[in-house]
Nanobody, 127 residues
């Protein structure tokens, strides 16, 4: 089974920036109908951060609008999440996910719709 692999997490101070990377086997990113970033804070349920369709259409959670940018590069088989103006409440494990098995007219924000996941990368924002 093809897996996704996140990188780029780490510790940053409040107001700082971090860029996350989600890599996969050759062509896998381009063959996914939808890609997304999700996060899980300590003691909380996993929630959507942003999703991106194959044609580039994006959807963001309210907390991410204006601060986070999701993008994809098919040539590099990589999806990105650029995060700026980070806050302590952004702390959590960030995971990338893909919908590969079923074509979608629009990318859902519900995590149960995503059939392939990475292991996650920790982002810690200190005040």
């Amino acid at each position: 089974q093809v897996q996704l692999q996140e990188s780029g997490g780490g510790s940053v101070q409040s107001g700082g920036s971090v860029k996350l990377f989600c890599g996969a086997a050759r062509g896998y990113i381009a063959n996914s109908y939808c890609l997304g970033w999700f996060r899980q804070a300590p003691g909380e349920k996993r929630e959507v951060v942003a999703v991106i369709a194959k044609d580039g259409r994006t959807t963001y959670a309210d907390f991410a609008k204006g601060r986070f940018t999701i993008s994809q590069d098919f040539d590099k088989n990589t999806m990105y999440l650029a995060m700026s103006n980070l806050r302590p409440e952004d702390t959590g494990i960030y995971s990338c996910a893909a919908i590969v098995g079923v074509m979608r007219a629009a990318c859902p924000t519900s995590q149960v719709e995503y059939d392939t996941w990475g292991q996650g990368t920790q982002v810690t924002v200190s005040s």
